[in-house]
Antibody
Framework: QLQLQESGPGLVKPSGTLSLVCTVSGDSISSNNYYWGWIRRPPGKGLEWIGN???????YYNPSLKSRVTIFVDTSKNQFSLNLTSVTAADTALYYCARAGGHGSSSEEFDFWGQGTLVTVSS | DIQMTQSPSTLSASVGDRVTITCRASQSVNNWLAWYQQKPGKAPKLLIY???SLESGVPSRFSGSGSGTEFTLTISSLQPDDFATYYC?????????FGPGTKVDTK
C-alpha cells in the first residue's frame, strides 16, 4: 500500500524559506506516469494546489506562488521536496503531499495523500 | 484560472437522507472533475474521479454526475460516517483548482 509522509519544521520565520520533504513508501517515486504534488490548506480556508512534479522531471506550479516555489525529487531516498521562499503569515497552512495519475497520465486527481503537516510562519 | 464554486456551503441532513452537492466551473472542464471527502484532522479522501468514476473501496452510495461546467455528488443514503466536508477539484487545466467545500452536518 502506497504511503506518503510529510516532514519538516513546524515553525518558519517571516522572509525565511519553508522546506518540506515527502517520503514515499510502497512504490518507487520513479514509477511511470505519476505526478507528485503539494497542496495546502490555510486555517479556516479551502484547499490550494501548490504544484506537481511529473515522474519525467517536469514541474507545474500555481502561478500565484510560482516565483517562490520549487519542487524537486531525490530518487535515491524515494522522496520529493517543497521549497517556498520569502514566506509570510499568509503561508501558514496545513501542507499535504499527494500522488496523482493513478488512473492514467491525464488524470491529475490525487488518490493518495500524506497526513499533512502544520507549518506556522511567525517570528 | 478556472474558478470552482460549490453549493450549498453547509448542508444539514439526517442519517438516511439523500444528499446532493453541486459544483460549478467557470469554464468547461470536460469530465476532469474529482470529489473528495475530508474529516477533521484527516487528509482528503478521493471519492470520485473523471466526474462519475467511483474510486476503488468507496461505498456505492456515493455517485458523481455531470459534464462541462456543472457537476453533482450524490450520497444516496447518508450514513453516520459521511458527516464531513466535501470538495470538488478540476484537473482540466493548470492551475489545478478546488471548490471552497460543502460541510455536511447533522440536522
Amino acid at each position: 500500500q502506497l504511503q506518503l509522509q510529510e516532514s519538516g519544521p513546524g515553525l518558519v520565520k517571516p522572509s525565511g524559506t519553508l522546506s518540506l520533504v515527502c517520503t514515499v513508501s510502497g512504490d518507487s517515486i520513479s514509477s511511470n506516469n505519476y505526478y507528485w504534488g503539494w497542496i495546502r490548506r490555510p486555517p479556516g480556508k479551502g484547499l490550494e494546489w501548490i504544484g506537481n512534479l511529473y515522474y519525467g522531471g517536469s514541474t507545474y506550479y500555481n502561478p500565484s506562488l510560482k516565483s517562490r516555489v520549487t519542487i524537486f525529487v531525490d530518487t535515491s531516498k524515494n522522496q520529493f521536496s517543497l521549497n517556498l521562499t520569502s514566506v509570510t503569515a499568509a503561508d501558514t497552512a496545513l501542507y499535504y503531499c499527494a500522488r496523482a495519475g493513478g488512473h492514467g497520465s491525464s488524470s491529475e486527481e490525487f488518490d493518495f495523500w500524506g497526513q499533512g503537516t502544520l507549518v506556522t510562519v511567525s517570528s | 484560472d478556472i474558478q470552482m464554486t460549490q453549493s450549498p456551503s453547509t448542508l444539514s441532513a439526517s442519517v438516511g437522507d439523500r444528499v446532493t452537492i453541486t459544483c460549478r466551473a467557470s469554464q468547461s472542464v470536460n469530465n476532469w472533475l474529482a470529489w473528495y471527502q475530508q474529516k477533521p484532522g484527516k487528509a482528503p479522501k478521493l471519492l470520485i474521479y473523471k466526474a462519475s468514476s467511483l474510486e476503488s473501496g468507496v461505498p456505492s452510495r456515493f455517485s458523481g454526475s455531470g459534464s462541462g461546467t456543472e457537476f453533482t455528488l450524490t450520497i444516496s443514503s447518508l450514513q453516520p460516517d459521511d458527516f464531513a466536508t466535501y470538495y470538488c477539484q478540476q484537473y482540466d487545466d493548470y492551475p489545478l483548482t478546488f471548490g471552497p467545500g460543502t460541510k455536511v452536518d447533522t440536522k
